[in-house]
């Protein structure tokens, strides 16, 4: 069966006036999504998720230009699409939940008018009917007395609930793909268990696929059947979750997942030396190598080539190279 | 046991609302801290966890005199700070440092680095200028930036250098207590790790102890010696952190283990059990205030407040349960 989503070789870089400085935002991004499956696009902050999403559904800012590569979805090429094309794409087939549900919110519109929009435009779903529909919708994101509810303004409402409104809005249109950008980083950990509960009950009855974007490594344990680890614009490891948990070979996983405490642990915690590196001024080579343990002299020459470990689990580092690092320095030599 | 450095002795802080747009009219008020009882011991990290609204950081407010207490006492040293003055105030002041959540506020963007650190080094000390700026080389080299940072100003730095200025400003006077208010909340995961070994080896050196506010029962606890859970104002749950991973006794701190994100795929997960937000500390339930939330709520628990006590060893919780 072809994938619903498949990113190739994507590539976004900014550019700044007048084109004298580019940043490799995003720098070469593979991957692929069946339906119903979960994938967690997990790194630290400036490392290119938020703009991989933001390439996929087409609202890059205008300083961004996706110059390489491709993004297909059921089966349509989305980087050649016009705006209005897009438009209709937007909502009805790919949604977005953001991070901040104040700011995804329009105060002045009743959560009816919000939750009822995309059902109304994308769906031709109208009068009484919408009024089910948009019932139902909050009822599956667990609001409680949603006829009542909906009557309501956002601000009447907790951030909790404000944050589930929005993963209603995201599936009135029905959509297939939903990219969620760090859903829960405002939400207090008993209301973000709740709402990745609500999550994973809908997905499984919908069987839509989620893009799960954070920095949160439990997230992805708990949420997510794959993961795809980003460093500096690349994607450095993806495969599946269990693996990458139990074994993952790229040492910017092993330190990633080394630097999480662990509850009723006192284990010191595996700290990495050094600051996330300037997309502006990448290191060459591979852009880990400046922080990571087990460098080599290849490492800062040359950038390492993705090798396939498992099936669906590749990792970018030289390490996994068979070559071994006496003959690489004998040859230059 | 040696006696505590902080002591807080049924710590109340009630904030007035009022209403009315031409006659206001007091017509009730936030039981943001209603009866905290806590020790802080030298050299140990308390860990006070809590969701938002429920008043932590009115604690610490209240610890570092930002807020005067509406009832109870704080205690330093077995003296009672609210009757500080003078000079005695002073070396409270100095003791007791704070780190906050952001390091892009809490540093001014037009000061450099090293007057930064010197600041509460000017105010609470006579020295000269050239042994504050050693002072100052001390305590960079302490939290583990080079000296010549000091020329810098703050924009040019990461948000975990940042963090560590904001350390390294709090040790700068012979410090004894830092109350440190979500200090890894704001940072990159990478870089959270750094920061907390860098707390925990500044601890074993400098032998000074920590008030570690937190939201992430997993962040907390690795770094706390003991815990204390905060729910609408009072302390649910004290005891002993690992002690208290292995066996949390109030349903509060339950949820809250379950709430908590695995750190592994295999990891077992029951179902979240509790349901519903955090009520309005404006009014809050009578009798236990969890009981609106809780899956083994008794009648009892709506009109009779539960007391703490004493479980098992340096385990006290406030439940009917028990």
Redesign the interface.
């Known amino acids: 069966m072809a994938p619903l989503l498949r990113v190739s070789k994507l590539q976004t870089h900014y550019f700044s006036f007048g084109g004298s400085r580019v940043v490799k935002a995003v720098d070469g991004v593979s991957f692929t999504l069946r339906e119903g499956e979960t994938i967690g696009l997990v790194g630290e902050s400036g490392c290119g998720k938020t703009t991989t999403c933001l390439s996929i559904v087409g609202l890059l800012p205008s300083a961004a230009r996706i110059v390489g590569g491709s993004v297909e979805f059921a089966g349509e090429e989305l980087t050649q699409k016009r705006p209005r094309e897009m438009r209709r794409i937007r909502g009805r087939q790919i949604a977005m939940i953001l991070q901040d549900p104040m700011a995804s919110l329009n105060p002045l519109f009743s959560i009816y008018t919000q939750v009822a929009e995309p059902a109304y435009y994308h769906r031709a779903i109208r009068g009484r009917s919408l009024r089910q529909r948009v019932a139902e919708l909050l009822r599956a994101v667990r609001i409680p007395s949603p006829a009542t509810r909906m009557r309501e303004y956002p601000h009447q409402m907790s951030g909790g609930m404000r944050q589930r409104v929005v993963g209603a809005i995201a599936m009135a249109g029905g959509p297939k793909l939903i990219i969620a950008d760090e859903p829960t980083t405002n939400l207090d950990v008993t209301i973000q268990a709740q709402y990745l509960e609500v999550l994973k009950d809908i997905q499984q009855e919908s069987g839509i696929a989620l893009i799960f974007v954070t920095h949160n490594l439990g997230i992805v344990a708990k949420m997510c059947d794959r993961m795809a680890v980003m460093y500096a614009g690349q994607i450095v490891e993806q495969g599946p979750v269990r693996h990458l948990f139990r074994d993952a070979k790229h040492p910017y996983t092993q330190a990633l997942l080394g630097s999480v405490p662990k509850l009723g642990s006192k284990e010191p915690l595996f700290a990495i030396p050094g600051q996330p590196p300037n997309l502006a001024y990448l290191p060459t080579g591979c852009a880990f190598h400046p922080r990571c343990p087990n460098a080599m002299s290849r490492c800062a020459a040359q950038e390492p080539e993705n090798a396939l470990i498992a099936a669906n689990w590749t990792a970018k580092c030289w390490l996994l190279d068979g070559q071994t690092e006496e003959r690489y320095v004998s040859a230059v030599a | 046991m040696s006696a505590p450095l902080l002591e807080l002795d049924d710590l109340k802080k009630y904030f007035p609302v009022s209403t009315g747009a031409l006659w206001r009219r007091k017509t009730g008020s936030v039981k943001a801290v209603d009866g905290v009882d806590l020790a802080i011991y030298p050299g140990e990290t308390l860990g006070l966890i809590g ?2 609204g429920c008043g932590k950081t009115t604690t610490s407010k209240l610890i570092l005199l930002q807020e005067p207490p509406t009832g109870g006492n704080i205690r330093y040293e077995g003296e009672n700070i609210s009757g500080l003055e003078g000079r005695a105030l002073m070396r409270y002041r100095r003791e007791v440092q704070v780190v906050f959540q952001d390091p892009y506020s809490s540093l001014s963007p037009r000061m450099r680095v090293g007057d930064i650190i010197a600041e509460p080094l000017e105010i609470h000390t006579s020295l000269t200028r050239a042994a504050r700026a050693q002072r100052v080389a001390e305590v960079l080299e302490l939290v583990g930036l080079q000296p010549e940072v000091a020329r810098l100003f703050p924009h040019e730095f ?1 948000g ?2 940042r963090q560590r200025i904001a350390i390294a400003r709090a040790l700068a006077t012979d410090t004894r207590l830092i109350v440190l208010d979500e200090p890894v909340s704001a940072l ?7 920061i ?2 860098q707390l ?1 080896h500044l601890q074993e050196t400098l032998g000074v102890s920590y008030l570690f506010i937190g ?5 907390v ?2 770094i706390s010696d003991r815990i204390a859970v905060m729910y609408l104002g009072q302390i649910v749950e004290l005891a002993d ?2 002690e208290l ?2 066996r949390p006794l109030h349903p509060y701190t339950q ?13 077992r ?1 029951e ?2 059990k ?2 519903g ?2 009520p309005s500390a404006l009014d809050p339930p009578a009798g236990c205030r969890f009981h609106t939330r809780c899956p083994h709520a008794m009648p009892r628990c709506a009109c009779e407040a539960p007391v703490r006590k004493e479980v098992a060893a340096r385990h006290r919780v406030a439940c009917h349960l028990y």
């Open positions: 969701e938002s990461s975990g250098q990159d995961v990478s870089i959270r790790a750094q907390m070994n925990e939201h992430d029962l997993a962040t606890a690795h952190s690992l991973c292995a949820a809250l283990f379950t709430a908590a994100l695995p750190s592994h795929p295999d990891q997960h179902k979240l509790i349901t937000e955090v």
